[in-house]
């Protein structure tokens, strides 16, 4: 078995990396993310939650139809989580290209920068 060096070489990335991880701009980049994506993960979680719950414990709730139609509610309520899962991606499209990204990019462009010149 190989001897391994008791003290590696250190590596400029993975030390830029954790500096940028601790530097303000960072942080404040993923408080800006968790302030638009915790909101939503609860809100979506609630209502597939309700969903599930009253399919379980209220399917007659479900089988209500609508007017004379083939359609109920259980089928317009599982068709609406499609509908949010499409409007949370849109709101979170929107959100990202007009919040998140503008303060994204200037980390990242430092960082490949950083990489380049540890090359």
């Known amino acids: 078995m190989p001897e391994s060096d008791p003290m590696p070489e250190s590596d400029p990335i ?21 302030t638009f994506i915790l909101p ?3 809100v979506f979680l609630a209502w597939y939650l309700a ?7 209220a399917p007659d709730f479900f089988a209500t ?9 259980g ?6 989580q499609f509908v949010t899962t499409f409007a949370i991606t849109m709101l979170y499209s929107r959100w990202a290209n007009r919040t998140y990204d503008p303060i994204a990019e200037p980390l ?4 490949e920068q950083a990489a380049e010149a540890a090359r």
């Open 108 to 111: 990242a462009h430092e960082m």
């Open 65 to 73: 139809r609508i007017g004379g139609s083939n359609i109920n509610l």
């Open 75 to 80: 089928l317009l309520f599982g068709l609406g």
């Open 51 to 57: 969903y599930v719950l009253i399919a379980g414990f």
């Open 14 to 34: 993975a030390e830029r990396s954790v500096a940028m991880q601790r530097s303000p701009e960072f942080q404040r980049l993923r408080r800006t993310f968790m």
């Open 40 to 42: 939503m993960t609860v």
